[in-house]
């Protein structure tokens, strides 16, 4: 008889808060999905519930993987768009043109303050982020 596994869903956006310095790391690792964000909603909305803000968020990928279709690309619009307000700063951390083209154009959509680093600079990018 076979044993059926049950599959184990992989999650292509590690969501990492550090609630201490109010800091969010994004780290995408493959296309990402609507649920990804839906998953990164319910471990930051709690916390901007309680605090009001979050003090940045770092998009941290060597590459930008892309989205795995257009409902996870309209997710992560509304995400931009019911949370941008909230946040401070916002720093990618990339080898990749995403970053700067990040900086250039999402500088007219969002009220964070935006910045690109090197994919090896995330410690720069965390200390920009807090410094006050």
Do not use: C
């Amino acid at each position: 008889m076979l044993k059926l596994l049950k599959q184990k869903r992989i999650e292509m956006l590690n969501t990492i808060l550090n609630k201490e310095n109010g800091l969010l790391i994004l780290q995408p690792h493959g296309a990402l999905k609507k649920e990804d964000f839906d998953n990164a909603v319910k471990v930051i909305d709690p916390f901007i519930e309680e605090h009001g803000k979050l003090n940045g968020i770092i998009i941290y990928a060597r590459v930008f993987p892309g989205w795995e279709d257009f409902a996870a690309l309209n997710r992560h619009l509304i995400f931009i768009r019911n949370h941008h307000k909230k946040i401070k700063k916002l720093a990618f951390v990339s080898d990749s043109m995403v970053g700067n083209f990040g900086e250039l154009i999402a500088s007219h959509f969002v009220s964070a303050t935006i910045k690109s680093f090197d994919f090896d600079n995330i410690r720069d990018a965390k200390a920009w982020i807090l410094e006050k």
